[in-house]
Nanobody, 124 residues
Framework: QVQVVESGGGLVQAGGSLKLSCEVS????????MGWFRQAPGKEREGVSC????????HYAPSVKGRFTISRDNAKNQLYLEMNNLEPEDTAMYYC?????????????????WGQGTQVNVSS
């Protein structure tokens, strides 16, 4: 059984930083693309950042490029999202997800396993 568990969310002031972590059990992350998504109230879920190892690839939404960094530790089966210079517009529930494939577009239908989410609130 695959389990995906996010952590690291919280309340931070604009300009601050947070690092989200995602621990996955039940499969080997080396075989799959991974991603971070977010959903704000009244909005659709959007891809924030996704990566794959074959081929090496990292995608960032234009709104977070240069501020967020995705990384993974395959030995620990964990995915991370380092978020710097946070803005109130980054406020959302953040989800970690495992793709159906080794390489995929950073869109929700391509991802099979999802965590419950971790809330990020950025105050102005």
């Amino acid at each position: 059984q695959v389990q995906v568990v996010e952590s690291g969310g919280g309340l931070v002031q604009a300009g601050g930083s947070l690092k989200l972590s995602c621990e996955v059990s039940g499969l080997d992350l080396r075989d799959y693309a991974m991603g971070w998504f977010r959903q704000a109230p009244g909005k659709e879920r959007e891809g924030v950042s996704c990566d794959s190892k074959t081929p090496p690839y990292a995608h960032y939404a234009p709104s977070v490029k240069g501020r967020f960094t995705i990384s993974r530790d395959n030995a620990k089966n964990q995915l991370y999202l380092e978020m710097n210079n946070l803005e109130p517009e980054d406020t959302a529930m953040y989800y970690c997800a495992v793709s159906r494939y080794a390489y995929s577009a950073c869109v929700p239908p391509s991802f099979r396993y999802w965590g419950q989410g971790t809330q990020v609130n950025v105050s102005s």
